[in-house]
Nanobody, 123 residues
Framework: QVQLVESGGGVVQAGGSLRLSCAAS????????MGWYRRTPGSEDRDLVA????????EYADSVKGRFTISREIGQNTIYLEMTNLQVEDTATYYC????????????????WGQGTQVTVSS
């Protein structure tokens, strides 16, 4: 049983900034890679925004490079997303994702998702 709780969404004017947070809690052996995904209005797809891998590497979608920064607290199952110079195209529901290990084995592994936090950027 794993719970992911996002916070920090809101309404901001284009060019503004927001900081999202996601904390994992519950019963698990290990949390692996964590990341942020987003779903734009009217879409069924969740697209990768940024990922913070357990090995310390980070990845970003091309559309947010140079504007968004993902960070992961060392020793904690918490990630953040610093978003700057927000654009109307960034309007979406942002979801936290985590790979979950229930034992000391790397596999099997499952994905956990938060319920999402809304980010609205106005022009």
């Amino acid at each position: 049983q794993v719970q992911l709780v996002e916070s920090g969404g809101g309404v901001v004017q284009a060019g503004g900034s927001l900081r999202l947070s996601c904390a994992a809690s519950g019963d698990f052996f290990r949390i692996g890679d964590m990341g942020w995904y987003r779903r734009t209005p009217g879409s069924e797809d969740r697209d990768l925004v940024a990922e913070a891998k357990i090995n310390g590497k980070t990845e970003y979608a091309d559309s947010v490079k140079g504007r968004f920064t993902i960070s992961r607290e060392i020793g904690q199952n918490t990630i953040y997303l610093e978003m700057t110079n927000l654009q109307v195209e960034d309007t979406a529901t942002y979801y936290c994702n985590a790979e979950v290990h229930s034992t000391d084995k790397w596999y099997p592994m499952t994905d956990a998702w938060g319920q999402g936090t809304q980010v609205t950027v106005s022009s």
